[in-house]
């Protein structure tokens, strides 16, 4: 048993093939404008090992589901829950370890540390989740190789190209064996060739690996290649595509 399905089975969640379940959400925005609705009414259920791509224009609220999904901001109204759990019935502490035992982030900035190690950026959420120093070690070295970067783990990550620091992001996302991936515009700050590197790696992880990926896309190519394309206009689901 994985860390994501003991730490699943120890907070009540029931056993199922739905890892993601959006139930009727709403989120509302005050602002000097008056209240601006950014999602109205969304329903959504992702399975496991389903590759989901959410696309939208600017402003239609992708990019806040995508946030709310990952538990970093709280809806309005409506519930969330990933492998069974209620997500925002969980107290601050609880929602914490929530979020770092079942939910991996990539962005599109790649959030790295600069000042430390490749390998040390990998092992972060090991360090978070009280994972011991020799076990975190190597979980994070062997993300590394197999994502190709092996040879880069005593490197900072300024020093890597792009390709290169986005793989370190996808292991590191990778870390605490996560029930879901959640990549906001991965392959945004990359050019076409290495784009479409890493939505290999992350094809390959849904496809080989059964890890359950949420993708926000621009890229109409990209979310053709996805199991399944969600396409948002103004806070709502518009259509859904298989392919």
């Keep these: 048993m994985n860390s994501t399905e003991e730490y699943a089975l120890q907070n009540g969640a029931i056993d199922s093939q739905t890892v993601l379940k959006v139930d009727n959400v709403t989120k509302v925005f005050e602002s000097a404008a008056g209240r601006v ?39 309005t109204s409506g519930k969330v829950y990933i492998n069974g759990i209620d997500i925002f019935a969980l107290d601050d502490s609880e929602m914490a370890t929530m979020r770092n035992h079942l939910i991996g982030f990539i962005f ?10 490749v390998l040390k950026n990998v092992a972060l959420p090991g360090i978070i989740s009280e994972m011991g120093s020799e076990e975190r070690e190597r979980r994070a070295m062997r993300l590394l190789q197999v994502l190709g970067i092996g040879d880069k783990a005593q490197y900072k990550p300024v020093n890597l190209s792009g390709g290169q620091q986005q793989r370190v992001a996808i292991a590191r996302s990778l870390m605490n064996d996560p029930a879901m991936i959640l990549a906001d515009e991965p392959t945004g700050n990359l050019d076409t060739k290495t784009g479409s590197e890493v939505f290999g790696l992350l094809r390959m992880l849904s496809s080989k690996f059964r890890r359950t990926v949420v993708m926000v896309t621009h890229n109409p190519e990209l979310a053709e290649a996805s199991d399944r394309a969600v396409y948002i206009r103004d806070g709502r689901v518009e259509k859904e595509v298989s392919h």
Excluded: C
Aim: no cysteine; proline share 4%; aromatic share 4%.
């Design 108 to 117: 599109q900035s790649y959030n790295l540390i600069n000042r430390t190690t």
């Design 37 to 75: 609705a950014a999602l109205r009414g969304i329903d959504l259920e992702i399975k496991r090992g389903e590759f989901v791509s959410i696309v939208g224009p600017s402003g239609s609220g992708k990019s806040t589901l995508l946030n709310i999904i990952g538990a970093l901001d709280k809806p």
